[in-house]
């Protein structure tokens, strides 16, 4: 099937090789052109921008940063909806703001176009393997119409109910994986000043109750010192500032995502925005003055 996909990050591209992977022919698009070229380079073909892509492909899916992005490639002038013919599927797998979500999703159905949200977790990792865990929202049946194409990209792949849905159930996925980070980094420090090397509190305690996908994955991140993202702190700041604006509106207070929002927030205002949400650990150094690795 010919597939139309906008966002070429660190996620986008493994995505794009799996579906190739399985025989689709990729239509693509980035505004930033080493993205598309490496792509091209590996068997997909360019689209001119997102109005072109979206007049040719009978499936679009998406894989941006934040809500604004989503609302301006999907809505916005020369965006997906000035072009999609009626009857189009338009995936959006980009972790946003379940009501910026039901926005995207009502103003597709103005147009004719059918939207499904399908936001992921796993990490680059997994988008590479595919196995990623992929959390949707939208209508069941095309949901299920769907899913031969999910299938090429996910492991674990869960209809959660309409349209908000998916990415309300991807932000109870930040909250766990935020807080499991700061329990680990917290946790490895006191085991460091205490005089215990964290790497035997990791062998010791992994296979147990404390143990993590979170710790497997990011404590030998925090031992090594070893910074490069992975899932950037900018943006686990933008997936817990959406929780938190999502919990304050449906009055579901979160003590914890709060106080790990701070920590991201420090981290940013110390200019590692763009390291792995793993360097949380750095936040530990700054207070005690020593260090994991
Ligand atoms: P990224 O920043 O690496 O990639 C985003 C891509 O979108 C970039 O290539 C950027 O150039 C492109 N883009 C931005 N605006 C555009 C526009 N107007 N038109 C076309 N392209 C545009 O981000 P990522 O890590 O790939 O994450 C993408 C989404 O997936 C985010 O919502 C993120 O929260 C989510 N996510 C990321 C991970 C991870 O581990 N990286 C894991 C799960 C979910």
């Known amino acids: 099937m010919k597939i139309g996909f906008i966002g ?160 309300t159930t991807k932000l109870a996925n930040q909250v766990v994986v935020a807080v499991n980070i700061a329990a680990v980094a917290e946790a490895f420090m006191l085991a460091k000043r205490a005089g215990v090397d964290p790497n035997r509190v990791f062998a010791a305690i992994k296979g147990g109750l404390a143990g993590s996908t979170v710790m497997n994955a990011k404590g030998p991140m925090m031992i090594e010192n070893n910074t490069k993202p992975g899932f950037k702190i900018d943006l686990h700041i933008k997936d817990l500032n959406n929780a938190l604006e999502t919990g304050h509106g449906v009055g579901s207070p979160l003590p914890l995502t709060a106080a790990v929002m701070e920590m991201f927030q420090t981290l940013h205002a110390d200019g590692l925005g763009q390291c792995d949400h793993s360097a949380l650990a750095k936040y530990y150094e700054k207070l005690t003055g020593d260090t994991i690795y």
């Open 8 to 167: 070429l990050g660190i996620m986008g591209k493994p995505m794009v090789r799996n579906l190739m992977k399985h025989g689709h022919e990729l239509v693509v698009f980035d505004v930033v052109k080493p993205n598309v070229d490496m792509m091209v380079s590996e068997g997909a073909r360019a689209a001119e921008n997102t109005a072109a892509l979206a007049a040719e492909c009978p499936v679009i899916i998406t894989m941006l940063p934040n809500s604004p992005h989503v609302k301006s490639v999907v809505c916005g002038e020369g965006g997906v909806l000035s072009t999609a013919k009626k009857g189009t599927i338009l995936i959006d797998m980009s972790s946003i703001a379940p009501l910026a979500s039901q926005d995207v999703a009502k103003a597709c159905a103005e147009k004719g176009v059918r939207m499904l949200e399908g936001p992921v977790s796993g990490g680059e990792p997994k988008a590479i393997d595919g196995t990623m865990s992929i959390m949707c929202g939208g209508d069941e049946d095309l949901f299920n119409e769907c899913l031969p194409i999910l299938q090429c990209m996910g492991g674990d792949i869960t209809w959660c109910g309409a349209v908000g849905a998916g990415n």
